[in-house]
């Protein structure tokens, strides 16, 4: 019988009771009758012998015509059925009409009781006709399983030539198999892979190295052919790769923080090799999810990255369904795993936390990229995150949360920031403010820029600048008379005046030039 994967299954006593042979002999199962599916039926055995039990290892079937037991007392029987069950025999069946017109009660009361199922075979059949037939299905499988462990090793061990290392091999198995993996050391430490595996849950296999259990490789999910190769073709090559380590292994977050290194660099073999190592670190996209980079930063240039990178890292395994940090360059890289409905509410939890637990040491940005469908693309949305810090502190953002779709047309404009026309456009809207600030100081170009991030709320404006409101409403005056009396309610003005603060911003922030922060704009 075929699995789901196209391998063979162990062959069972339900495939046993199907052969032709058998059939022909009208098999009727009594006594235990559950589990005929899961029953494997290891080999097959004939034997007369009453006390047969201890030449026994489990797993066979038993094909008798009861001649051992003739004459003797129905204890006797019992006994015979209690020994059989106790060996692990898969089932006993008994040919009927030689030995025994009708079933020995005793032994039939007592298999029931002990759950051995019998097979009582209504017609003789040659046994050497059974045998043949079941034990050539038997090798088939064996065959058939061995040929599998082989193509999987063949396939782990080019994965290894892409993406060395235990994690890697862990999230090969994982692909292979189609069902997540873990690695656990033998004292329950996650080496590799998405969770530590329930006791029984899955296949698995010992890891053995130096002669000692290691630790254990897992697939966590539904146990079938495919997985069982897997699972033994990658044991030993595990170990391999734990021996060839000068350290056992590094940690998932070791691991995960190369990845996202190598990512960035650009050094790894190919793209199915950064989704072994994904995997390997536990990092799975689920279904309608997508994967988003992103750039944690700090505030403050006191704030000292050791203090608060393990934060990050821990904060962002509790809000995140699968995340991935690194420290790059003085700040940190995430990369995380999001529903695509909610990326932005996420995140903003995220950011939220961070500086509820690090604003004494000044705080953080948050800057993200765009959704991705996949870990390959990840480099790009992290390259864009990076931008977008860099363009989000330049524009003194004054959101903890900032999108690189939130600042689109701050990128838009940075392209054309030194564009001749653009330059006339933001001194003919500005120019009256700039004059008057470069005489006085007054600072109104900036008072009128903080009235536009604060959402025309005077009030509120006020607390930002740290003047009073009647100050901020003379300057407001001030303002309107030096633009020709100019209407900030009407959005048209509104809006060309807030273009031109945009423009100035990002020349008084050094443009693409890169120009000192600070500086004049020209």
Not at 168 to 176: D, E, R, T
Request: charged share 20%; aromatic share 2%; hydrophobic share 45%.
């Amino acid at each position: 019988m075929d699995d789901l994967y196209g391998a063979r299954v162990p062959f069972t006593l339900r495939d046993l009771l199907a052969l032709p042979a058998v059939q022909g002999a009208r098999p009727e199962l009594v006594g235990h009758r559950d589990g005929v599916d899961e029953r494997v039926v290891r080999w097959v055995h004939t034997s007369e012998i009453q006390d047969i039990a201890p030449l026994l290892k489990g797993g066979e079937a038993l094909l008798t015509t009861g001649l051992g037991l003739v004459a003797l007392p129905p204890e006797a029987h019992r006994a015979y059925a209690a020994a059989l069950a106790r060996v692990g025999l898969t089932a006993l069946l008994l040919e009927l009409g030689r030995s025994f017109p009708t079933a020995p009660p005793a032994l039939l009361d007592e298999a029931a009781r002990v759950g051995l199922p019998v097979v009582l075979l209504h017609g003789v059949v040659p046994f050497i006709e059974v045998t043949e037939a079941a034990h050539a299905a038997i090798l088939e499988q064996e065959v058939t399983a061995l040929r599998e462990v082989a193509e999987q090793r063949n396939r782990l061990l080019q994965a290894m030539a892409e993406s060395p290392g235990v994690v890697g091999l862990v999230g090969a198995c994982a692909q292979l198999s189609g069902q997540p993996a873990s690695l656990v050391t033998a004292d329950g430490e996650l080496v590799a892979g998405s969770a530590v595996p329930e006791d029984g849950a899955g296949d698995g296999v010992d890891v053995l190295v130096g002669g000692q259990v290691w630790g254990r490789l897992a697939l966590l999910g539904p146990a079938g052919a495919r997985t069982r190769a897997t699972a033994e073709a990658a044991g030993p090559l595990v170990a391999l790769e734990v021996q060839r380590s000068p350290s056992g292994t590094s940690s998932r977050r070791l691991s995960a923080a190369q990845l996202l290194t190598d990512l960035m660099t650009g050094r790894y073999a190919s793209t199915g090799d950064l989704a072994s190592r994904a995997l390997g670190v536990g990092f799975v996209v689920r279904p309608g999810h997508a994967v988003i980079g992103c750039v944690v930063r700090p505030r403050s240039h006191r704030s000292a990255l050791p203090g608060w990178l393990q934060t990050v890292q821990e904060r962002s395994a509790r809000h995140l369904p699968a995340a991935m940090v690194a420290e790059r360059e003085g700040h940190v890289l995430l990369a995380a795993a999001v529903p695509r409905a909610g990326a932005r509410r996420q995140l903003a939890a995220l950011t939220a936390d961070l500086n509820a637990r690090l604003g004494a040491m000044g705080g953080v940005l948050v800057c993200a990229g765009p959704l991705v469908d996949d870990v390959p693309a990840l480099a790009g949305s992290l390259q864009s995150a990076v931008d977008t810090s860099d363009l989000a502190v330049r524009m003194a953002t004054a959101s903890d949360l900032v999108l690189s779709e939130d600042v689109a047309l701050y990128q838009l404009l940075l392209t054309m920031v030194d564009d001749a026309a653009l330059e006339r456009f933001t001194l003919a809207q500005l120019g009256p403010l700039l004059q008057h600030d470069a005489r006085t100081g007054a600072g109104l170009v900036m008072t009128l820029d903080t009235l536009f991030v604060a959402g025309m709320s005077k009030s509120r404006a006020a607390d930002m600048l740290g003047v009073r409101r009647q100050t901020l409403y003379g300057r407001v005056e001030r303002i309107s008379q030096l633009l020709g009396g100019i209407d900030l309610e009407q959005r048209e003005a509104r809006t060309a005046l807030d273009l031109a603060l945009l423009c100035w911003r990002l020349r008084l922030n050094g443009g693409r030039a890169g120009a000192d922060a600070g500086a004049p704009p020209r």
